[in-house]
Nanobody, 115 residues
Framework: QVQLVESGGGLVQPGGSLRLSCAAS????????LGWYRQSPGKEREVVAR???????DYADSVKGRFTISRDNAKQTVYLQMNTLKVDDTAVYYC?????????WGQGTQVTVSA
């Protein structure tokens, strides 16, 4: 059974930083591509960062240069370092498979950027 547990969210001021973590189990972690997704009220869920099984990364234009995705296969964990946060980054953040998400989604972690 796939389990995805996101953590690390919180309230931060504009310009601040957060590091999200996602611990995965029930998958063969080192052979799957992974992504960080986010969803804010009234908007569709979007992928903001992705990392392949080989460690290749890609980012949405809105976060490029500010966010960094990484993975630790030994810990079966994927991270999202978020710097220079903006109000528009406020959302619930999820990790999942990429390019094809798993059928199961974790609870996500809330990121709120506000002065």
């Amino acid at each position: 059974q796939v389990q995805l547990v996101e953590s690390g969210g919180g309230l931060v001021q504009p310009g601040g930083s957060l590091r999200l973590s996602c611990a995965a189990s029930g998958i063969i972690f080192n052979i799957v591509g992974l992504g960080w997704y986010r969803q804010s009220p009234g908007k569709e869920r979007e992928v903001v960062a992705r990392i392949s099984s080989r460690g290749n990364t890609d980012y949405a234009d809105s976060v490029k240069g500010r966010f960094t995705i990484s993975r630790d296969n030994a810990k079966q964990t994927v991270y999202l370092q978020m710097n220079t946060l903006k109000v528009d980054d406020t959302a619930v953040y999820y990790c999942n498979g990429d390019p094809v998400p798993f059928s199961f989604w974790g609870q996500g972690t809330q990121v709120t950027v506000s002065a």
